[in-house]
């Protein structure tokens, strides 16, 4: 497991943007694939955005494609969630996730709660009409 602490939350108006942070706290970053979940009031928790170790290949969640842009800087690692063009729906709070690679190989990210094994204690976003 890796400690992961995500930041960048808030409260932004419909149409505006937001970009949160994911820190590790292991050199070994690099090494481990990253995903954003989110959970809205009432909602279980849902797959948002995930990254490969080397940032070659994301995938999103149908509902933010366009949107939301992943991605991670492993030098300081940290990976990162982009959010344009902001919904009220978008409102939740956003999880960082991590999963070694060799779990998965080293160029597929991973979209299911299952396939991690660290997370943050997440960060609010919250959108206005």
């Known amino acids: 497991q890796v400690q992961l602490v995500e930041s960048g939350g808030g409260l932004v108006q419909a149409g505006g943007s937001l970009r949160l942070s994911c820190a590790a706290s292991?050199?070994?970053?690099?090494?481990?694939?990253m995903g954003w979940f989110r959970q809205a009031p009432g909602k279980e928790r849902e797959f948002v955005a995930a990254?490969?170790?080397?940032?070659?290949?994301?995938d999103y969640a149908d509902s933010v494609k366009g949107r939301f842009t992943i991605s991670r800087d492993n030098a300081k690692n940290t990976v990162y969630l982009q959010i344009d063009s902001l919904k009220p729906e978008d409102t939740a709070v956003y999880y960082c996730?991590?999963?070694?690679?060799?779990?998965?190989?080293?160029?597929?990210?991973?979209?299911?709660?299952?396939?991690?094994?660290?997370w943050g204690q997440g960060t609010q976003v919250t959108v206005s009409s």
């Open positions: 990254i490969s170790w080397s940032g070659g290949t994301t």
């Open positions: 996730a991590a999963v070694p690679s060799y779990e998965l190989g080293p160029e597929r990210p991973a979209t299911k709660i299952y396939e991690y094994d660290s």
């Open positions: 292991r050199r070994t970053f690099s090494n481990y694939a």
